[in-house]
Nanobody
Framework: QVQVVESGGGLVQPGGSLRLSCAAS????????MGWYRQAPGKQREFVAR???????NYMDSVKGRFTISRNNAKNEVSLQMNSLKPEDTAVFYC????????????WGQGTQVIVSS
């Protein structure tokens, strides 16, 4: 089992920045992917960014150039630096952790609220 805890959400003005952090604990030896999804009010949860253990990253198109995902493998932590935030970035952000064999699974955090508003 893996426990996932996010932190760092809050209220920010358009154009501002926030940094989300996520820490995984428990059976972390087989963690392969760490990343973020988000869910805006009335919308489905959508992929935001991910980072694979070797460092390869992927982003959704609307955040490319504004968000940066990074990872500390030794601490099983992942961060999402969000710059030039827009009102449409308002959502609950969820961290997820994907584990590979022999303990295959996907684990989610409880979510952290990000509100972009003036």
């Amino acid at each position: 089992q893996v426990q996932v805890v996010e932190s760092g959400g809050g209220l920010v003005q358009p154009g501002g920045s926030l940094r989300l952090s996520c820490a995984a604990s428990g059976t972390t030896s087989s963690i392969s992917v760490m990343g973020w999804y988000r869910q805006a009010p009335g919308k489905q949860r959508e992929f935001v960014a991910r980072i694979i253990s070797g460092g390869e990253t992927n982003y959704m198109d609307s955040v490319k150039g504004r968000f940066t995902i990074s990872r500390n493998n030794a601490k099983n932590e992942v961060s999402l630096q969000m710059n030039s935030l827009k009102p449409e970035d308002t959502a609950v952000f969820y961290c997820y952790v994907q584990t590979s064999i022999p303990n295959v699974g996907v684990y989610w955090g409880q979510g952290t609220q990000v509100i972009v508003s003036s």
